[in-house]
Each structure stands twice: as structure tokens, then as C-alpha cells.
């Protein structure tokens, strides 16, 4: 096991070799994506390289020759929940005592002792920076049965010459940089990602207009902190410029940025630009500075404010979320409450929240936790009320109203309506068939639109999360 680990650990991942080759493997890959968006996104990225050696992705577990777990690390429920899928493997595993089980992503960095000693069923365990080398884990385990494992991270891979392996869909990722230099102190990111590198600016513009050519609507560039990208002199406003000039039919949208580095040239930038939508996810996090403080968020309250009223002023129907951890070490009642006197005051449209979760080797590990579990609940459960109270006033005030929104997939409750998306990223489910009288005064029902279309929509019914509208 050990020596799997070294051996692995010295190949150069440009020289990483398989004995098996394209035409002659014909191995089925299962892959499930856990955690943010850089995980699915680099789920494409392992498609792609895993694709190079002849395998091929099957949506069917029970076809598989091998399953892969794209794991997060973020909190403890996200861990758990590997950890019970592993439990769930097990089956598999009997059924086909040759299947390779592996997992990747920020838990492989984060837990690869525990899993390589405590968990058997996991053959191969790969780490954020080492995807290259997948494909010949895997081999390797099939050949010889050994374990693999790769967890380095790198300062410089950014997968840039790798095309990513897409599914189809209107919508694409673009990751324009990895890892992460802030370290937040309740934060695992910078242990399991690494440290930030930017991908060559040029690479990422083609890859939007390729993106295009073959028919994606709409792009989110991804990275930890967007905000930070540099790539020789060209800072993130500067990017997101030259992709919105190059793709200019093409719906432009980034995550996630840091209240700490968005500048006012990238305000500028969005409100310049038509196809770079008027959307911001802005982590929060609390609304107390002694708390952001004991955070290291490196902003206080009145700065993010400052934020929030200027892309306001700037961008008057910007949509506006963000993320909050309740009850994080030393949060007094005080502190909760000026929590909820920020979102009353910026009125998000929406705001993803969670309960402080300790991560073992982070800083705010060794913080006292001394905040009761009822209290946690309670004061989670305010938030989310309060939140979900404004989502609602706010989504409402548009009924009545015409929006134009991409038509993006079908809807995940019905296949008899479409999922749409307004510029500010708002969901708006609408009817595939819509009606119309003939010339004989007949009701006919008629497909009018399809996916990847964009449609004007009145909007007719609201809740907090999603909209319902038909085409205007
Ligand atoms: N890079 C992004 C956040 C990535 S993690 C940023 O800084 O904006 C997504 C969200 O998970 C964070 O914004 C935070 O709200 C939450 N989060 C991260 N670590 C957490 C922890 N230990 N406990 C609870 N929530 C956490
Ligand atoms: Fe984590 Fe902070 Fe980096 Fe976001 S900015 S990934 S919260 S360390
Ligand atoms: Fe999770 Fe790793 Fe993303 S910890 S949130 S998958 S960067």
C-alpha cells in the first residue's frame, strides 16, 4: 500500500502511463459529485482523462466496472454522507469482488488515512491536484490489486490543456482557478485544494467560444475566490472583459467571489457589459465584525455594505445572495442578531446558511464551542425564516411582471414543464405546451420554445426559491 503511494507519488503526472490503451479497454465508469461546483466541474476533468485511455462513463451503478466517489470535506454532514454511501457500496462489491472502488476530491486529501486503513472496499484514493494519474490507479489496482493512492497538491496544475469531458446542456463550467490563500479560520478549503493559481487568461477565452460553437447558452467561471485570479497581469475584471467581448450571445456568470477583493473595476465591468449577468453570490458569513474577525474574513460589516449599496446603485435589478454560518465559536446572542439585521438590511434574494461545523487542523478548531445545540437550532431556524420571509416579498413583487429568461433544462419535478433562469438567477418554471386557438376556433396545445431558447415570461406565481410563469 505504501509503496503503491510513493511510487505513485514520483511519476511526473505528464508521464503517467496505462497499459491499457484506447481500443482495447473497455472498463465502464460510475461517477457521483458531492460538494460545490469545482467538484463537478472537475468531475469533467476526470471524464476527460479517464476518456483518453478508452474508458467509458455508464449512468448505471450496477454496470459498472468501477465507481468513483467525488467527495467534500466541507462540513461533517457532507463526510458522513460518503461515509454511508461507502457503507452502501459494500453490495456492489460482493456482487463483483473485481470492481474498483475510488474515491476523489477534498475528502480524499482530507481523510486518506482513515479511508485507506479503516475503509477496505476503497481501492484508490485521488486528491484535487493528481487527476492525471486516475487512470492509471485504476489500472493498476485491476491488475494487481493493490491499492493506489495520489495526494499532493500542486502549486501550478490547473488541468489547462485538459478539455473537459461535458454532459449536454445549454450551461457549462469554466474553472479559472484553483486552491485558495485566505484561509477563513473554520475553513478546510486551503488544506484540501492547495494553494491559488490561475489558468492561462487566453486558454479560458477559447474554451468560452468553443463552449459556444457547440451550442452552450451560458457559462459560470468557477474558482474559490474569482476575485483573485491573476494570470500574468490580467486580474479577474479583466478576464471576465475579454470573455464577455469574445462570447457576446453567450450569458455570463462567475462564482464564488470574496467581499475582500471585489473591486469597484469589477462592478464596472458587469454593469458595462450586457451578457455578464446581474447576479453576485457575496458569502456574508456573519454580520458581527468582532466575529468576522475571529473568521479572518479581512473585511468588516461596513465594508461588505459598502459593496452591496454600489453594485445596488450600480446594476439597480441585481440579484443578490450569500452564505452565512450561524453559531461559529463565541457568537453571542448580540452578535446572531446583527447577523439578522444585515440580511433584513440588504434583502438577499437568497442565502444558503449552516450551522458552524468544526474541521479537525483549522484554526477555529482549538476555538471553545460552548453554544448549546438548542440554541444553534434556534438561532439557524431565525435566519432561515427571516431569509425565506424576504425571498418570498421579493419574488412576489415580480409577479405581474415580463422577464426573459434561458429555457435550461426540463424541470426536475415534471417533464411537462422547463426550468428558466432570469438574468439575476432567478429558477422560473414555465410550461412546455402552451396553448393557442386556430383558425377554427379550436384550442390546440403548441410547442412554442425549446431548451436553450431565450423567452419573455410574465411571470404569474411566486414562492421563496422559484417562480412560475408563461411566455409573455
Ligand atoms: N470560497 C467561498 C466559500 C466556499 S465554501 C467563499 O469564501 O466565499 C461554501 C460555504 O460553506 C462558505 O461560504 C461557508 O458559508 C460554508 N462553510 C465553510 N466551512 C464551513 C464550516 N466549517 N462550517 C459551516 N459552514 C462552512
Ligand atoms: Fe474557505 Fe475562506 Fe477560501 Fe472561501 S475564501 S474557500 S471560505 S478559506
Ligand atoms: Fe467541498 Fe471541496 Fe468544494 S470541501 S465545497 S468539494 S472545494
Not at 474498483?100 to 472496499?121: F, N
Not at 479583466?238 to 469597484?264: E, F, W
Request: net charge neutral; aromatic share 8%; with cysteine.
Amino acid at each position: 500500500m505504501e509503496l503503491t503511494n510513493l511510487i505513485l507519488n514520483n511519476i511526473p503526472a505528464g508521464e503517467v502511463k496505462t497499459s491499457f490503451n484506447k481500443d482495447s479497454n473497455d472498463k465502464k465508469v460510475y461517477i457521483e459529485t458531492y460538494g460545490c461546483q469545482m467538484n463537478y466541474s472537475d468531475t469533467e476533468i476526470v471524464l476527460s482523462v479517464l476518456s483518453d485511455f478508452g474508458y467509458n462513463e455508464t449512468g448505471d451503478i450496477n454496470d459498472s466496472d468501477v465507481i468513483l466517489l467525488n467527495t467534500c470535506s466541507i462540513r461533517e454532514h457532507a463526510e458522513h454522507k460518503i461515509y454511508k454511501r461507502l457503507d452502501d457500496l459494500k453490495k456492489y462489491k460482493v456482487r463483483n469482488p473485481n470492481l474498483i472502488i475510488g474515491i476523489l476530491g477534498c475528502m480524499a486529501e482530507r481523510l486518506r488515512d482513515d479511508l485507506l486503513e479503516k475503509r477496505k472496499i476503497v481501492d484508490v484514493i485521488v486528491g484535487p491536484d493528481e487527476y492525471r494519474k486516475v487512470p492509471h490507479l485504476i489500472d493498476n489496482a485491476i491488475e494487481t490489486g493493490e491499492k493506489g493512492i495520489a495526494v499532493k497538491l500542486s502549486r501550478v496544475e490547473t488541468y489547462d490543456d485538459i478539455a473537459p469531458l461535458r454532459r449536454e446542456g445549454v450551461t457549462a463550467w469554466i474553472s479559472i482557478m484553483r486552491g485558495c490563500d485566505k484561509f477563513c479560520t473554520f475553513c478546510v478549503v486551503p488544506f484540501t485544494r492547495g494553494r491559488e493559481r490561475s489558468r492561462n487568461s487566453a486558454n479560458i477565452v477559447n474554451e468560452a467560444k468553443r463552449l459556444f460553437d457547440e451550442g452552450v447558452k451560458d457559462i459560470w467561471l468557477l474558482g474559490q475566490n474569482v476575485n483573485s485570479y491573476l494570470y500574468e497581469d490580467k486580474d479577474f475584471s479583466g478576464l471576465l472583459k475579454d470573455v464577455a467581448v469574445a462570447v457576446p450571445k453567450m450569458r455570463i456568470r462567475y462564482t464564488t467571489s470574496h467581499p475582500y477583493d471585489l473591486s469597484l473595476k469589477l462592478l464596472e465591468t458587469m454593469a458595462e457589459h450586457k451578457n455578464i449577468c446581474n447576479y453576485i453570490h457575496l458569502p456574508l458569513q456573519s454580520g458581527s465584525d468582532r466575529v468576522l474577525k475571529s473568521m479572518n474574513r479581512l473585511y468588516t460589516v461596513e465594508q461588505y455594505m459598502n459593496v452591496m449599496k454600489k453594485s445596488r446603485e450600480m446594476m439597480p435589478d441585481i440579484g443578490l445572495s450569500t452564505d452565512i454560518i450561524s453559531c461559529f465559536p463565541g457568537e453571542t446572542e448580540e452578535d446572531h442578531k446583527m447577523t439578522l439585521d444585515v440580511i433584513r438590511e440588504v434583502r438577499y434574494d437568497g442565502a444558503y446558511t449552516f450551522v458552524y461545523s468544526p474541521r479537525e487542523n483549522t484554526k477555529a478548531f482549538f476555538l471553545k464551542d460552548e453554544i448549546d445545540q438548542d440554541t444553534k437550532t434556534r438561532r439557524l431556524d431565525e435566519i432561515i425564516t427571516l431569509q425565506r420571509k424576504i425571498s418570498v416579498d421579493i419574488n412576489k413583487e415580480l409577479v405581474g411582471k415580463t422577464k426573459s429568461v434561458l429555457i435550461e433544462s426540463l424541470s426536475r419535478k415534471s417533464d411537462e414543464f422547463y426550468m428558466a433562469r432570469t438574468d439575476c438567477n432567478k429558477s422560473v418554471i414555465i410550461p412546455i405546451e402552451t396553448g393557442h386557438v386556430n383558425e377554427s376556433g379550436v384550442l390546440k396545445m403548441k410547442r412554442t420554445y425549446k431548451i436553450g431558447d431565450m423567452v419573455n415570461v410574465r411571470i404569474n406565481k411566486a414562492n421563496s426559491a422559484t417562480l412560475f410563469g408563461e411566455a409573455a
